[in-house]
């Protein structure tokens, strides 16, 4: 009998009846089963985290800005990426429990949506006054509601596009979501010129305004939310669906049952990006110092890998998808993302190549490195082992941007690159680690998607054979045998004349029969 919430499912086909009621029937736009309402509700859903990623390289954007005009080094300037990941470093374990059990979507999305606002308007704030503290609260504010607001986000997603749809939309919201970080490097700098003429200085005056007017783009995913919220809860009406959850089980005594794989999983997750966000923080001063770069194109080649991540994700979500050999892509991403930063470190060569590769490299990891987490832990397990990744990911975020700053305070950008490189080179013998130590356990994480389906369908065979049964005899020789019996094949080795009762085989019943 089919499960009535998938019959009522938001997915229902598009030449369905519109939910029935008293008057005409709803116009497409407004039903919710119609896919045209939902590619509404979907444009709402990936611009609910365009303000979230659009705010949170705004020091990247304006880098040269906030080292002179609140008079930083290099490793205070990092602190205002490392306050956004310490919060998340707990959070990512409750961000789904929050949503799940407290919240509820709706009003989660809302709450989460009000942090990531709050956050950037105190750090503003501490600029336009000049208080470094107070930028460093907002960072932190921002930091809490930016993270489970992606939950949410993918919650959301869950609840209107089951099945096949489904990873046609998360790559949509991810590429939205690069779109922000793309717009926010290239037009960052223009607002504050723009704010500098209009103010006729420059100055953390003119830094806060130009952060301030950032944080509209915050506002305006927050009407998003309240949008989302306000149809989410019509199709509930309409349709009587319950709110979705994220099917996220988070059990912290899970951690002690992980494989071994999994940790490997772990270390290439921490060693990999760790050269990438915190770089990509750090490179609009490195293009203009090493490469004679402006301001504007500085910020242009910083934000290339953005830019290319938005359209190469779902291109390399689907060739993964199709191709399998999960670990052999992640070899490659690691191995380019290596030349790119050694091309940057060692050559003059000009950077949009680097950066170019790096941009393919991020995006192809990304699609690669996540989804084998689902092939090596049991499916109660993933809410723990995603949120266990996602948190040690922002501890060493968190730590490395504060070591990146320290270094390149005191050694500058050579020996920043080769900090990087080094942490690569880990990601790499952690690759061709989890590569040796997949072939040992049957090679399941680089299996292409055929042999999977083999796999899958080998194993439901297996657990659908009916038991059979065994017969006396067999019964009998898989009993341990007794001290008598030991001792009756002993004799019998020996040469020994047993009476016939006293079968070596059948120990036990004959040890029966002679007690009767």
């Not at 941009?359 to 949120?387: D, I, K, N, R």
């Amino acid at each position: 009998m089919a499960d009535p919430e998938e019959t009522r499912s938001l997915l229902g086909n598009e030449d369905e009846g519109s939910p029935t009621g008293p008057g005409r029937p709803m116009s497409a736009i407004c039903d919710p089963n119609h896919v045209l309402h939902r590619v509404v509700v979907l444009i709402f859903m990936c611009f609910l985290g365009f303000g979230s990623y659009f705010c949170y390289d705004n020091p990247a954007s304006l880098q040269t800005q906030v080292l002179q005009d609140l008079d930083l080094n290099t490793a205070k300037f990092m602190q205002l990426y490392a306050w956004y990941s310490w919060p998340n470093v707990v959070l990512c374990f409750f961000g789904g429990f929050l949503i799940d059990r407290v919240f509820g979507i709706r009003l989660g999305t809302i709450i989460f949506s009000l942090f990531v606002c709050v956050g950037q308007v105190i750090f503003a704030t501490g600029a336009l006054v000049n208080h470094f503290w107070l930028m460093e609260v907002g960072r932190f504010v921002f930091g809490i509601g930016g993270e489970s607001l992606a939950v949410a986000q993918n919650t959301y997603a869950v609840n209107w596009f089951k099945g096949k749809e489904l990873n046609l939309v998360f790559g949509l919201q991810l590429s939205m979501a690069r779109l922000g970080s793309t717009v926010n490097m290239n037009i960052m700098g223009w607002v504050y010129g723009q704010v500098a003429t209009a103010v006729g200085s420059t100055g953390h005056t003119t830094l806060g305004i130009s952060l301030m007017i950032a944080a509209v783009t915050c506002l305006f995913s927050l009407t998003c939310a309240l949008l989302l919220a306000f149809l989410d809860k019509r199709a509930e009406r309409l349709l009587e669906k319950q709110q979705s959850k994220t099917g996220d089980v988070i059990k912290l005594t899970d951690v002690k049952d992980f494989p071994f794989p999994l940790w490997i999983i772990f270390v290439i997750c921490v060693s990999y990006y760790v050269a990438i966000f915190p770089f990509i923080g750090l490179g609009q001063v490195f293009f203009i110092e090493k490469f004679n770069f402006s301001p504007a194109e500085a910020r242009a080649v910083n934000s290339i890998v953005y830019i290319i991540s938005a359209p190469a994700s779902p291109i390399f979500g689907f060739m993964v998808d199709k191709t399998g050999r999960n670990v052999v892509w992640v070899l490659c991403a690691v191995m380019t993302t290596l030349c790119s930063h050694m091309i940057l470190a060692f050559t003059f060569w000009n950077p949009w190549i680097a950066m170019s590769l790096l941009g393919v490299s991020y995006s192809l990891l990304a699609c690669a490195l996540w989804p084998m987490v689902a092939f090596v832990v049991p499916e109660h397990q993933l809410g723990t082992a995603y949120g266990f990744m996602q948190s040690i990911q922002n501890l060493g975020l968190a730590l490395i941007a504060i070591a990146a700053g320290a270094i390149l305070d005191s050694r500058g950008y050579l020996v920043l690159e080769l900090f990087f490189c080094a942490c690569l080179c880990i990601a790499l013998m952690a690759v061709v680690t989890l590569y040796l130590v997949d072939y040992m356990r049957g090679g399941e994480l680089n299996k292409s998607p055929a042999a999977r389906d083999k796999t899958e369908v080998t194993s439901d065979a297996e657990a659908q054979k009916p038991a059979t049964k065994l017969t006396s005899g067999e019964l009998a020789r898989r009993t341990p045998m007794t001290a008598f019996g030991l001792r009756n094949r002993y004799l019998s080795r020996l040469g020994k004349q047993l009476p016939d009762h006293y079968c070596t085989h059948l120990s036990s019943l004959a040890h029966r029969s002679v007690l009767k």
